[in-house]
Structure formats: C-alpha cells, structure tokens
C-alpha cells in the first residue's frame, strides 16, 4: 500500500462484528502466524492506517525465551528468541514493566531504542505498543503498531488498535498455552509421547505393544566421580554427556525415553511397513563414540577427567504407555528386551567394551558384527551371545 494511500484513510472505529469475525478466524486457523496476518489485514481494510505489527510471545522452553510474529505491509516474517535473550532497549520491556501502553512518535532521532530508531528510518512515523491481557501473569505478550502516515495515529486510530488488541489477547493465549504445554511434553517425555499425551493417552495401564530398537547408555565410573567432584562439575559433566547422546539419537529418529542418574533409554520405534530402524541406532551408537573421543580430547587439554561410556543396542516387542500411580504416571516403555539391554549393558562393562550388540539386534541388522561369545546375563535364564564391532577389538 503506497503512502498517498494511506494519507487518505479516515481514522475509524472497530464495527461490532469484529469480535465474532475474530472468534471465528481464531477457531479455524491453527497457525498463529496466519492469525496474525489476518488480523492486520482486517484492521487495514477497516481503515486504519496500519504498516507494520509485531506480536510478541513469550512461552516456556529450555532453548527459547519466545517469537516475534512481523506482519510488514502485506509480508510476514517470524524471529525466534534465544533464551537469555537481552531486550533491555526495546519498547516490549516498556510494555511489560508498566502493564500499560505505550506511543512513540518517531518525528527525531531515537537514541535510546535502536528498533525504532530503525522503524523511523524507514519511514514510520508513530508506534503503539499494548500489552496483552494475558490470565497468566508470568508470560510477557504484546502486540505493537506502526504507521507511514505523516501525522502519525489520530487518537481513535489508538483506542481502536487497543480494544482490538485487547479482543486479540485471548486467541493469542490460546495458542501460548497449546504451545507451552507441547513443549514441555516435548521436553520431559520425548516428541513421539508428547504427542500421544497431548492426544488423550493419560489413562494408567494403557499400552500399545510395538516393536522398537532399543538403546541403553551410560557413563562408567559415575558413582565415584560423583564422589569425588564438586556437584556443579558433576552436574556440568552429566549434561554434555546426554547432550552428546540426544545429539546423536533424536535426528535419526529415535527417542530419549528417560534419563536415570548417568544413564539414557531410547527407543527407535519401527513405523508400519518399514524395516526394523536397526541402522539408524547404530550409526547413533557410533556418532555417541565418535563425539566423546572428540570431547575427550578437550577435556584433557583442559586437564579433566575422562568420560568412558558403555552402550547397548537390542531388539524386541516392547509395551509403551502409562504406568504409575492414580495421580503420578510415567509415560514409558517396558519389556523383556529393555531388560535384556540393560543386562547386556553389564557385560560391555566386564568386557571393557563401548558397544555391545544383543543376537535379536545383530540377525536384523544384517551387518558383519563380531561375536563376544556367550554370556551369563543377570536374571535371565541360558546363555545369551553377545556382539560387538571390530574397531573395539
């Protein structure tokens, strides 16, 4: 929209429809992004003379403070922010401290807010930033306005943009809600059961039995190096341990079921139709061994200790679904061939080997793996033969 047009726009009012239009847009589309767009491009057909928007969320995530969702004349654009991630010059922490509105005129230089001094550098001429009136009070959220019009926003230009931002808060919560809970899902539980969860399948004693490839890991001579450091060098140390792991695990589509003290449980889950996902769990155990020699490597140029590990790898049909107490469950997978993984685990350890590779594992595989020989394992009845690689011998 050119400037000449904008000039023109007579200053207007919300019409009384607009509630129930957004009501109904709110409900239809799932994106917050195309919420937003539309949004604003309802306001400009209303006549007001809108350039650019911004919305600003806040959600609860490890890696994230939140987003800013830009809607620029008619384009749209989406920044993520980092978590930490400093605003202390930008009109949001206004907005925020305050809980009111807040107007800029952009009529001289702005030196104490580079986002505006950027906005008025590109022609805008007045900005409006209203805080959303969010239920919860810990999450920030704003909505904010700017306007190519040379005489800036009239007044009822404000107080129409501050009661559609106060319509708009609740389709916005909404979604922060939805978001915030998928992402602690996500964070606590694993993708795959997030979205289980997220479904309905709360209910105790529910499984699904499926096929999987299972990964177990954990660091060796954890007990006494927890003894022995300070608990922020251990907790330090654990961290980039599993940080190494779900690195390697997570992008070859396996999932982190549970961290249990120094050790992880994963599960490559087989998809309908699909052979069993017994390379991708492998090329995982081998990344997991390739990136700990590499931090190793750092680790003593720094003078640190040593992470060893040991890893196992089986195969089997597994129950995967609640189990828990009435009003604390656990969304986990259990059966023989986890338990046979975390005995097998034992032997990598007497062995002194990384990677220990159960018979059902190395069949389906196909690949040319070693025999370790045959092996007692701890409560499970006969002889088990165990596998390894031909690089550990």
């Not at 449980?265 to 996902?277: M, N, R, S, T, V």
């Amino acid at each position: 929209m050119s400037r000449m047009m904008i000039e023109n726009i007579p200053s207007v009012q919300l019409p009384r429809d607009f509630a129930p239009w957004l009501c109904e847009v709110a409900a239809r589309e799932r994106s917050v992004v195309d919420l937003h767009r539309l949004f604003c491009e309802r306001l400009v057909e209303l006549g007001l003379p809108l350039w650019r928007s911004s919305l600003g969320l806040e959600v609860l995530n490890p890696t994230i403070d939140g987003a800013q969702f830009r809607w620029v004349a008619h384009e749209v654009e989406t920044e993520i922010m980092p978590r930490g991630f400093d605003y202390h010059d930008s009109p949001g922490r206004i907005a925020e401290e305050t809980r009111a509105p807040y107007r800029r005129r952009l009529d001289a230089p702005v030196d104490d807010m580079p986002l505006l001094e950027g906005l008025r550098q590109m022609g805008a001429s007045d900005y409006y930033i209203v805080p959303l009136a969010f239920i919860d009070r810990h999450r920030t959220a704003h909505l904010s306005f700017a306007t190519l019009k040379p005489e800036g926003f009239a007044e009822s230009d404000l107080a129409a943009l501050r009661e559609a931002a106060l319509l708009f808060s609740p389709c916005a919560e909404r979604y922060v809600l939805r978001r915030i809970a998928l992402d602690l899902l996500n964070t606590y539980v694993g993708r795959r059961s997030a979205e289980k969860i997220y479904e309905g399948a709360v209910d105790r004693g529910k499984a699904e039995m499926i096929t999987a490839t299972i990964l177990i890991a954990d660091m060796r001579g954890f007990t006494q190096y927890s003894e022995t450091r300070p608990i922020a060098n251990v907790l330090a140390t654990l961290n980039d341990f599993f940080d190494i792991l779900v690195e390697a695990i997570e992008p070859r589509g396996g999932e982190v079921l549970k961290f249990i003290g120094d050790a992880v449980l994963a599960i490559f889950p087989i998809w309908e139709g699909q052979p069993p996902p017994c390379k991708p769990a492998f090329e995982a155990a081998l990344d997991i061994s390739r990136k700990i020699a590499a931090f190793n490597l750092e680790r003593a140029k720094a003078g640190r200790s040593l992470i060893r590990f040991g890893l196992a790898l089986d195969l089997g049909e597994i129950a995967y679904g609640n189990i828990g107490s009435r009003t604390r469950l656990d969304f986990t997978a259990i059966g023989p061939p986890i338990n046979h993984a975390s005995r097998i685990l034992e032997v990598a350890k007497k062995l002194d080997r990384e990677i220990v590779i159960a018979a059902n594992f190395a069949r389906a595989s196909g690949m040319p793996f070693v025999s370790l020989g045959l092996h007692h394992l701890r409560d499970i009845a006969g002889e088990q033969e165990i596998f390894g690689i031909a690089e550990e011998a």
